[in-house]
Nanobody
Framework: QVQLVESGGGLVQAGGSLRLSCAVSGRPSYAMGWFRQAPGKDHEFVAGIAWSSGWTFYPDSVKDRFTISRDNVKNTLFLQMNSLKPEDTAVYYC???????????????????WGQGTQVTVSS
């Protein structure tokens, strides 16, 4: 079992920044990622990281604006979001993948555990 608890969401103006955190407990995961879901839309991959190596993965929509990182000592996953846009508004989830994953497989159906989500709202 893996338990994931997100925090750090909130309301921010366009162009602002937010840092999301995800407290991780339970069995070790090979990789962890952030996904988001806007109203009426499917889950969208935002960022991923291989926990041991630190390799990171981003879609073009957030590359150069979002940074995923982890603290191995505190077992915490982070998502630094800069230059936020109204279209970044969504519920953000952290997710864990127990086994090996490649860059082509960052889809919700390949994640094993999910947090409860944290709301991010970007006003224009």
């Amino acid at each position: 079992q893996v338990q994931l608890v997100e925090s750090g969401g909130g309301l921010v103006q366009a162009g602002g920044s937010l840092r999301l955190s995800c407290a991780v407990s339970g069995r070790p995961s090979y990789a962890m990622g952030w996904f988001r879901q806007a109203p009426g839309k499917d889950h969208e991959f935002v960022a991923g990281i291989a926990w041991s190596s630190g390799w990171t993965f981003y879609p073009d929509s957030v590359k150069d604006r979002f940074t995923i990182s982890r603290d191995n000592v505190k077992n915490t996953l982070f998502l630094q979001m800069n230059s936020l846009k109204p279209e970044d508004t969504a519920v953000y989830y952290c997710a864990a993948r127990l086994e090996y994953i490649t860059a082509s497989y960052w889809y919700p159906r390949f994640m094993d555990y999910w947090g409860q989500g944290t709301q991010v709202t970007v006003s224009s």
